[in-house]
């Protein structure tokens, strides 16, 4: 999104109305919500045509989810999506073109991808540091958590987790907002890490 409108040069009008915190809070907040419609109107769906369907209906009415496992659930993927959608609008405002930012992003989706390759590990050995590690560590802690949680998880490695990942969300909105307006009118060559850093 944010990369496309650089490249277009939309970004010129949208910022003589709006600051750089704003546009980026607009676009993950509103990107978020209708995400969460989106995912709300599948499991309606999902609902009625497994009623309609008759035996398989009876199949799946049998599994039930604990609320609180739902309810963690849906607090890690608000975090989640937060988290992810900041750091792409990262790499759009410092990416010269859309393709660029795509080659960015690819890195933060093999981190986050880092628990689905140790799935086992992570299930049958439940406080080992490694699993203590990738639930505390932002990027790695949704799908994690929802790995460990029927085979327990301590409420404090919970607690610290969603700490940490707001406390992360936050920061990388202030300093996602200052590298945004620094480069986002530049075109063509991309900033270096020592010109991002400082």
Do not use: C
């Amino acid at each position: 999104g944010l990369s496309e409108e650089k490249e277009n040069r939309v970004m010129e009008v949208l910022l003589s109305s709006v600051s750089t915190r704003q546009m980026i809070t607009g676009k993950v907040l509103g990107l978020g919500i209708a995400g969460l419609i989106q995912i709300v109107f599948w499991l309606l769906s999902a609902s009625l045509m497994l009623n309609a369907a008759g035996n398989i209906g009876q199949i799946f009415s049998g599994i039930q989810f604990p609320a609180d496992v739902i309810t963690l659930g849906l607090v890690y993927f608000i975090l989640g999506y937060l988290l992810f959608a900041i750091l792409m609008a990262g790499t759009g405002a410092v990416s010269p073109t859309m393709r660029d930012s795509q080659q960015f992003t690819v890195v933060f989706s093999l981190i986050a991808a880092i628990p689905f390759f140790l799935m086992t590990f992570i299930i049958e050995n439940g406080d080992h540091i490694v699993n203590i590690i990738l639930t505390l560590f932002p990027l790695t802690a949704p799908l994690t958590v929802m790995m460990r949680i029927n085979a327990g998880i301590p409420l404090w490695e919970i607690i610290l987790s969603i700490i940490l990942m707001s406390g992360t969300i936050v920061g990388l909105t202030l300093l996602v907002s200052r590298i945004f307006r620094v480069y986002l009118l530049m075109y063509g060559k991309p900033p270096g890490w020592k010109e991002i850093y400082r």
